[in-house]
């Protein structure tokens, strides 16, 4: 996803315990789309860990008013 440009940023919070969360920020062509590239990343798949889908769209964004 990163070579094709898809992949907008990825990373986790600080922590090891159960609070401890990622979040991975993509572009799909739709949320039918979003949830194929989220089942089929490895730890989702293996039950490493869990995925849960929240569309999101930019409202504001640094550097975008002139």
């Known amino acids: 996803m990163l070579e094709e440009g898809k992949l907008i940023l990825a990373g986790k919070t600080g922590g090891m315990d159960e609070k401890t969360f990622g979040i991975v920020i993509f572009e799909a062509d739709s949320d039918e789309g979003a949830k194929l590239i989220m089942k089929s990343d490895p730890a989702v798949a293996e039950g490493i860990m869990k995925a849960?889908?929240?569309?999101?769209?930019?409202?504001?964004?640094r550097g975008s008013v002139t």
């Open 52 to 61: 849960e889908l929240f569309p999101y769209n930019v409202a504001l964004m």
